[in-house]
């Protein structure tokens, strides 16, 4: 199938600092591709994949399970550390999961996590009752473009696959037992009007991490995908000042260009 316009990965061969970029359920890398560009643009090296299953059609969706986004994303998190000395990784809601999970698992391989309304749990009865209805059920209704500012648009699927939908569930229950094991600096920026993730899963994020290097950061001005919202200049401003001071090289001219 091919992908949709928009929804194409992004890779920039910048200087010697790296950052891995993770997109959320359903959605795609154009939900974060104006902030890949700023860090870009700013000399960063900077990798953003498309996860499996994601940005062509929600039934390929279907065949792709927690064990291949996350694939993605360790091999991609690789190939950066191959080429640069320092490495960070941010996310986007599921992409929030990934992130944490690179972490709890590459240790001081990574230097810094930032974290945009990462999902921590699927919530509700319907949660419950997807190991049974999956199986009778096929999809329900999507929950891309979740923005405030009018006229932002997430390239999404308008439906959200159930079998996918399971395996978030049990993916999100893996990295909660993994979130102590999580050690970099961290900046967690989370909408109190969110209509997908709500507010409790940050909570419950900086609550387990045994960060202690450690920024909570509303975003009083965005929905989910605040990376497309109002606040999204803020996110990509705080997330560039956080690896400026882990990354001395970074702003000073000169130190971060080159291929």
Same mark, same amino acid.
């Given at each position: 199938m091919?992908v949709?316009?928009?929804?194409?990965?992004?890779?920039?061969?910048g200087g010697?600092?790296?950052?891995l970029?993770?997109?959320?359920?359903?959605?795609?890398?154009?939900?974060?591709?104006?902030?890949?560009e700023?860090?870009a643009?700013?000399?960063?090296?900077?990798?953003?994949?498309?996860?499996?299953?994601?940005?062509?059609?929600?039934?390929?969706?279907?065949?792709t399970?927690?064990?291949?986004?996350?694939?993605?994303?360790?091999?991609?998190?690789?190939?950066?550390?191959?080429?640069?000395?320092?490495?960070?990784?941010?996310?986007l809601?599921?992409?929030?999961?990934l992130?944490?999970?690179?972490?709890?698992?590459?240790?001081?391989?990574?230097?810094?996590?930032?974290?945009?309304?990462?999902?921590?749990?699927v919530?509700?009865?319907? &949660?419950?009752? =997807?190991p049974?209805?999956?199986?009778? %059920?096929?999809?329900?209704?999507?929950? *891309?473009?979740? @923005?405030?500012? !009018?006229?932002s648009e997430?390239v999404?699927?308008?439906?959200?696959?159930?079998h996918?939908?399971?395996?978030?569930?049990?993916f999100?229950?893996?990295?909660d037992?993994e979130?102590?094991q999580?050690?970099?600096?961290?900046?967690?920026?989370?909408s109190?009007?969110?209509?997908?993730?709500?507010p409790?899963?940050?909570?419950?994020v900086?609550?387990?991490?045994?960060?202690?290097?450690? &920024?909570?950061? =509303?975003?009083e001005?965005s929905?989910? %995908?605040?990376?497309?919202?109002?606040? *999204?200049?803020? @996110?990509?401003? !705080?997330?560039?000042?956080?690896?400026?001071r882990?990354?001395?090289?970074?702003?000073?001219?000169?130190?971060?260009?080159g291929?």
């Open positions: 091919p949709l316009p928009g929804a194409e990965p992004f890779r920039h061969e010697e600092v790296g950052v970029l993770c997109h959320g359920f359903t959605g795609s890398p154009q939900s974060l591709r104006p902030w890949a700023y860090l643009e700013r000399g960063l090296t900077v990798s953003l994949p498309l996860l499996p299953g994601h940005g062509t059609r929600w039934q390929d969706m279907q065949l399970g927690w064990q291949d986004w996350y694939a993605e994303v360790d091999r991609a998190l690789r190939e950066l550390r191959e080429r640069c000395t320092q490495v960070f990784v941010f996310g809601s599921m992409g929030g999961a992130a944490l999970r690179l972490a709890a698992k590459h240790g001081d391989e990574i230097s810094g996590l930032v974290l945009v309304n990462p999902g921590n749990k919530h509700g009865a319907a &949660a419950r009752a =997807l049974v209805v999956r199986h009778f %059920v096929r999809s329900t209704k999507g929950i *891309a473009s979740d @923005i405030a500012k !009018e006229g997430e999404g699927y308008d439906r959200v696959p159930l996918a939908a399971h395996s978030l569930r049990n999100f229950q893996l990295v037992g979130l102590p999580v050690t970099q600096p961290l900046v967690v920026l989370h109190p009007q969110d209509h997908v993730v709500p409790a899963d940050s909570a419950r900086l609550s387990r991490v045994s960060s202690t290097d450690v &920024a909570e950061i =509303l975003l001005q929905y989910h %995908v605040a990376t497309l919202d109002h606040d *999204a200049e803020r @996110i990509f401003e !705080e997330s560039y000042s956080f690896i400026g882990l990354a001395p090289s970074v702003g000073k001219k000169g130190s971060t260009t291929g």
